[in-house]
């Protein structure tokens, strides 16, 4: 391929430079607080072509025009940015958002005039460097670009009909469940309250990284896309205010974590390097961490927070209720595992569910409410395995008798193997043994086996296979995850060792 000289490309792409050299001129001297929001929207544009022609050229990899290629990159980087922000600022009434702790509209002004000042350093500094490339002649002044933002005096009247679409109650329903679980995938945002910010750059990018950001933004968009295609202008969405005050959260927490994607990209690629004595770095690494993690980071932890208490309540209007039978945990009852997890769920949709055993009623959502089960549970099973200890054979048979100690070991062993062979006991200590075990005084036979039998379960060596069932009532959406749960061994095999559990159920693992 014919190699170019490296003063012989000025000439060929002069034009096509010239918008965006003119529009980096012009930035040099803007006020923050006065820069139309127009303009950044050009540059955002003439960055990205330069970007595009400068690659075709192979500028990235050649000393001289290198500089050139970065300014693109950072025009291009900075631009998005900042004009991500003007959109948040002006458009942050319109979502109606929750009060979070922190001046969100303060902070967003705040920073989109950090990075103005930052890019208009950079300008400056790139000016300078277009001057001894010959790059600087021949630029339209910003008055050519007829750059205005109209005055906001007022807005439209609403009054296009209300149209009615395909159970929206349903979308409603998936719409709030998956915040729910995006929440439940997102609390690494919480980065920001464990360190100080003289530490942000440990975080970055173990923690918080542009691949990370993309996935998290790419899923709220598509909950603000399928908001936007079935609920969006909908007869429910005119009746349940809450509705669009969820959308409002949804696209603003997708704005801030696609334009931190943006930030974190230029910072994990640029940031640290590539800088030289022709081109300075724009904005300090103290600073531009401190916009990443302590504006774009904190404030989508902060809505997503607040939008998991809106989603609860906006399930709890369209929850449908029902009613499901599942056996019980296999391992001991309701023990510290499946009690945990099935308190995890019901948190999880924050709705309020029971379960019932017998005529006792039982939060679902409190772990200590579930273990409480385990007294009428043994209860239920010391009866069962008492019922077939007094049909044994040889208890039957006793009329009475009298037996010595070795004696009555041995019925016991007799009876176990039976209860074990039957599978009406577990047992769950390899080293099980009879021989600490001794018959009171005047203690019969049928006596000293229920006694056993209740002392080892009481000492967790064996459990009782029981076959019972609980019920559980509320949220159809909690009760068909806690069915799946059932059926997934509430998370252990018979012997109480952790087993996977379905993907369905993936948020009770963080």
């Known amino acids: ?103 969100f509209i303060g902070a967003t002004r705040e920073s989109r005039n950090l990075l103005m000042s930052s890019f208009s350093k950079a300008s400056a500094g790139f000016m300078n460097l277009a001057k001894k490339m010959n790059l600087n002649h021949d630029l339209r002044p910003l008055e050519d670009f007829h750059f205005h933002d109209p005055p906001m005096e007022g807005v439209l009247q609403a009054n296009r009909k209300g149209r009615s679409v395909h159970k929206p109650r349903d979308t409603a329903v998936y719409l709030a469940t998956n915040l729910l679980n995006l929440a439940e995938k997102s609390t690494w945002l919480d980065i920001y309250r464990k360190i100080e910010p003289d530490q942000y750059h440990t975080c970055i990018p173990d923690v918080v990284s542009e691949e990370r950001l993309r996935s998290l933004s790419n899923n709220f968009h598509s909950l603000q896309s399928l908001y936007d295609t079935y609920l969006s202008g909908s007869d429910i969405a005119e009746m349940d205010k809450k509705l669009p005050v969820m959308r409002g959260h949804i696209t603003v927490i997708f704005h801030l974590l696609d334009t931190a994607e943006t930030l974190t990209h230029f910072y994990e690629r640029h940031a640290s390097k590539n800088w030289n004595k022709k081109l300075k770095p724009p904005i300090s690494n103290k600073e531009l961490l401190g916009i990443i993690i302590g504006y774009f980071v904190a404030f989508s932890d902060k809505y997503i927070l607040a939008a998991t208490e809106l989603c609860r309540d906006i399930l709890k209007s369209y929850a449908v209720q029902g009613e499901i039978v599942v056996p019980i945990p296999n391992y001991r009852g309701f023990h510290v595992r499946p009690s945990t997890l099935i308190a995890k769920i019901a948190i ?95 203690e019969t036979l049928a006596e000293f086996i229920k006694r056993a039998i209740a002392l080892y379960l009481a000492m967790g060596k064996i459990d009782i296979v029981s076959g019972d069932t609980v019920s559980f009532q509320g949220d159809m959406r909690v009760l068909e995850d806690i069915r799946t749960l059932a059926e997934h061994g509430y998370g252990e095999d018979k012997f109480g060792n952790n087993i996977v559990l379905p993907p369905e159920l993936s948020y009770l693992k963080r």
């Open 1 to 103: 391929m014919h190699i170019i000289k490296d003063e012989e490309l000025g000439p060929l792409i002069q034009t096509d430079l010239r918008d965006f050299i003119s529009l980096l001129s012009a930035m040099t001297d803007l006020n923050p607080e006065e820069t139309p929001r127009q303009l950044i929207g050009r540059m955002l544009l003439e960055a990205s072509k330069c970007e595009e022609m400068l690659d075709a050229f192979g500028a990235p990899n050649n000393e001289y025009w290198s500089p050139v290629r970065m300014t693109a990159a950072l025009a291009k980087a900075f631009s998005r940015v900042i004009y991500n922000l003007f959109h948040i600022y002006l458009s942050a009434d319109g979502y109606q958002l929750l009060d979070v702790d922190g001046d």
């Open 348 to 442: 999880h949709y924050g709705s309020e569910v029971t379960m019932l055993l017998g005529s006792a009623v039982y939060d679902a959502s409190l772990p200590l409410e579930l273990f409480r089960a385990n007294e009428e549970l043994n209860r239920r099973k010391r009866d069962a395995v008492a019922r077939y200890v007094m049909e044994h054979k040889l208890i039957k048979n006793d009329a009475g008798a009298t037996y010595d100690e070795p004696l009555m070991k041995k019925i016991l062993r007799v009876i176990f193997l039976d209860l074990l062979e039957k599978q009406k006991i577990m047992i769950y200590n390899n080293d099980f043994s009879f021989e600490d075990l001794k018959p009171y005084e005047n």
